[in-house]
Nanobody, 123 residues
Framework: VQLQASGGGLVQAGGSLRLSCAAS????????MGWFRQALRKARAIVAY???????YYADSVKGRFTISRDNAKNTVYLQMDSLNPEDTAVYYC??????????????????WGQGTQVTVSS
């Protein structure tokens, strides 16, 4: 299984970025997919999650600004990030899971992780 994240970069506050995560080696449509982020000296935390059936969850800090979506035909999950602010600066990771007793926001529930992509928002 491979998850390849891309789309990070440097953007000014108020700008937008779209992250992509291409999956291979798994039945993508059967997996819930999450985006996490890890800022400097902070723990990795959930940003958004989309279940195999398309149900979406968002961290309170990104609700109304970020949108998670998936294209099962392309084995890809996306994170559209709008109205970015410097607090969004972090390394962003995609992750995949099937059924887990852990909640969707718990990193322990995800056996598969992408390599991370850096997002930097300047003020």
């Amino acid at each position: 299984v491979q998850l390849q994240a891309s789309g990070g970069g440097l953007v000014q506050a108020g700008g937008s970025l779209r992250l992509s995560c291409a999956a291979s080696g798994l039945i993508f449509s059967a997996y819930g997919m999450g985006w996490f982020r890890q800022a400097l000296r902070k723990a990795r935390a959930i940003v958004a999650y989309i279940s195999a059936t398309g149900v979406r969850y968002y961290a309170d800090s990104v609700k109304g600004r970020f949108t998670i979506s998936r294209d099962n035909a392309k084995n890809t999950v996306y994170l559209q990030m709008d109205s970015l602010n410097p607090e969004d600066t972090a390394v962003y990771y995609c992750a995949g899971r099937q059924y887990s007793s852990n909640s969707y926001f718990n990193t322990d529930g995800y056996p598969y992780w992408g390599q991370g992509t850096q997002v930097t928002v300047s003020s």
